[in-house]
């Protein structure tokens, strides 16, 4: 089956006697056993429950991967995979994360004594002159949040291999529709199911999804005892918003496309950060391990004043976190996901007082940009 498909008809087996065309939302905590000698498929919601597993295994095919874990978060997916790890483990990340994995590795992590190193992991041997003996694995975002930087999956996948590190990837950005980090040679892809996969602004959700039946031995074992487990509802929530991905991140890659290209002819704009733009620095890349672009832009204006009558400015973009959604929205990343982030070096990367990033939705192209003019004239 294609990709559209899939999306809809991954899992024929919906666990029902009645031909629900949906996945009925199992709302029980536990599962009666047949018989003393007879465990049931499902005994506890925890370790799993049949509309969360119905959920796993779509993401499963999506994603090419042996295996998915369905968490409440995307947080709770990245925190339950890093306990794959123990003291003294390091784990080489790209330098420009989503502010929450900063501050797990930083501060959670790196307190339980494992060691952490962040580099331009689009530069390889940056990232190869970083491994030690205790480096255990890779761990990118491609493309990253909010600086848009490509990693070239392929070739991170063979260098953490020749050294027997596992490569972990954040999907969260191209979605499986656009870029199959697994089949690039990854060996563990996270989401943040809140975000495209869900699509809708309307729940949260993460995933783990893994290459080997190993790794999902170890995950599983993870899971079940930590228990960041999704619930049945949000399960379904989330399944449905997968029914409509590649729609949505058609229409959402074509209308970021117009306004990327808008917003590089503004004067007061000084920089726009797109992946699809042919110039872009990881466009060759991009180009050979993604099948589109996605619905991400950030950009820089000339003044704060600006920046600040934009976002008081918008109508129909959102002042708002998160992304992925149907909803256009807008950020400023020093002051919400970026917050915590030290001062000077948000301020190294670029991510100051002048930066916006925008999540761009389904509404109308021709809508969206005349908010953008009118916010940026008024
Ligand atoms: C939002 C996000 C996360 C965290 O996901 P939550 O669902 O908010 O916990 C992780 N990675 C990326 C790239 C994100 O955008």
Redesign the pocket.
């Known amino acids: 089956m294609e990709f559209d498909t899939l999306c809809l008809h991954a899992n024929h087996d919906k666990g029902n006697h009645y031909g629900a065309i949906t996945t009925p939302i199992y709302q029980s905590a536990t599962f009666a056993h047949g018989s003393i000698e007879e465990a049931s498929e499902y005994s506890y919601s925890r370790l799993s429950n049949p509309t969360r597993a119905h959920l796993e295994k779509t993401v499963a095919a999506l994603e090419n991967g042996v295996a998915a874990f369905a968490f409440s978060?995307?947080?709770?997916?990245?925190s339950t995979v890093m306990k794959l790890f123990s003291v003294s483990d390091h784990v080489i990340a790209s330098a420009d994360?989503?502010g929450?994995?900063l501050r797990l590795f930083r501060k959670i992590n790196t307190a339980e004594g494992m060691q952490f190193d962040f580099a331009d992991t689009g530069d390889i041997p940056s990232v190869e002159a970083l491994i030690g003996e205790h480096t255990k694995a890779i761990f990118v975002?491609t493309p990253?949040?909010p600086l848009m930087y490509v990693s070239d999956i392929a070739a991170l996948s063979s260098l953490a291999h020749r050294h027997g590190l596992l490569l972990i990837v954040?999907n969260?950005?191209l979605t499986p529709y656009y870029q199959k980090p697994l089949d690039l040679g990854a060996d563990i892809v996270?989401?943040?199911?809140?975000?495209y996969l869900g699509g809708h602004n309307d729940t949260?959700?993460?995933f783990a999804v893994v290459k080997t039946k190993e790794l999902a031995e170890k995950i599983a074992y993870v899971y079940k005892t930590i228990g960041a487990a999704l619930s049945p509802f949000d399960s379904f929530l989330i399944e449905r918003g997968i029914k409509t991905l590649p729609l949505r991140m058609d229409r959402i890659s074509a209308n970021a496309q117009s306004i990327a290209k808008w917003l590089r002819c503004r004067e007061e704009v000084k920089k726009v950060y797109y992946i699809g733009f042919a110039d872009h620095k990881g466009y060759a890349v991009s180009k050979k391990q993604s099948t589109g672009f996605g619905g991400m832009i950030s950009f820089e204006v000339e003044s704060r004043a600006l920046a600040e009558q934009i976002l008081s400015g918008i109508r129909v973009f959102q002042y708002a976190e998160?992304?992925?959604g149907v909803e256009s929205l807008m950020t400023y990343p020093m002051r919400q996901?970026h917050a915590d982030v030290p001062e000077q070096e948000r301020l190294e990367r670029g991510i100051n007082d002048r930066f916006l990033r925008i999540s761009v939705g389904i509404e109308s192209e021709h809508d969206l940009m005349e908010d953008l003019r009118q916010a940026f004239e008024s």
């Open positions: 978060s995307g947080m709770a997916a990245i994360l989503y929450g994995s975002e990253s949040n954040d969260t950005f996270i989401h943040s199911g809140t975000k949260l959700a993460g998160s992304l992925g996901t």
